[in-house]
């Protein structure tokens, strides 16, 4: 039995979720970016009374390290670092946008496409990533600056985009190879994969992991 409670504070929608064994035992979602610090310490709390789990019996804190919100990522790693060191209990760190690839591949569930997370960073950037079904990367993360040519000297494969900046990208794409959904990262994926990090002994140095911020942008080449 294991008790790995996730925070997720590094983009525009929180996530607290508390798991057992890759079960979700309960969920508290903040879709207010600024209220983020202030909704993860009453989250917490929450979800361990509702379950009647002492936080002692927490066997490992799993946190999104980016990229995002700078704000975010600070108060979530902040927040999971500490409980790690008062709990001597190993800390599971997570990439943002791997973490919202996995959730959209568990939804969609098709090996021959491939996935591109997009988190937005203002005007027309975004932190994003291109994956395969199985997590390989084609793009490894990073910012950009998106055009219309964007992601044109890809595979000629069918890409899915999701997330908050891949709106901006729908209104300036031509390529009929792009679809668009709007798939936010699922409790139940959170739990799968952070189970499978704790099973694999997949654990961050709490005292030196650092957080993702992918601060230089770049624009892609145009064709």
Do not use: W
């Not at 979602?29 to 202030?38: R, V």
């Not at 791997?98 to 997009?118: H, K, R």
């Not at 395969?132 to 600056?145: G, W």
């Not at 891949?166 to 190879?177: A, C, H």
Request: charged share 20%.
């Amino acid at each position: 039995m294991s008790y790995i409670l996730n925070i997720h504070t590094a983009t525009e929608t929180a996530l607290v979720v508390l798991t057992e064994n890759n079960k979700v035992l309960g969920v508290f979602i903040n879709d207010e970016t600024k209220q983020h610090a202030a909704f993860l310490h009453y989250a917490i709390q929450e979800l361990l009374q509702k379950n009647h789990i002492n936080i002692k019996q927490l066997n490992a804190i799993g946190v999104s390290a980016g990229p995002g919100s700078y704000t975010g990522i600070r108060v979530g790693l902040a927040t999971a670092k500490g409980l790690c060191y008062a709990l001597s209990i190993p800390l599971i760190t997570y990439n943002s946008l791997e973490l919202m690839a996995f959730s959209a591949i568990e939804f969609i569930n098709d090996e021959s496409v491939l996935y591109c997370p997009m988190i937005d960073a203002r005007r027309m950037e975004v932190f994003a990533a291109v994956y395969n079904y199985t997590l390989k990367e084609f793009i490894s993360p990073t910012a950009m600056i998106l055009h219309e040519n964007s992601f044109d000297e890809m595979p000629d494969k069918k890409i899915y985009f999701f997330g908050s900046g891949s709106d901006k990208f729908k209104k300036i794409t031509k390529n009929e190879n792009h679809f668009f959904i709007a798939e936010p990262i699922s409790p139940a994926s959170l739990a799968k994969i952070s189970g499978q990090k704790f099973v694999k002994n997949e654990f961050a140095d709490f005292v030196y992991a650092k957080p993702l911020y992918l601060k230089e942008f770049h624009s892609s080449i145009k064709k």
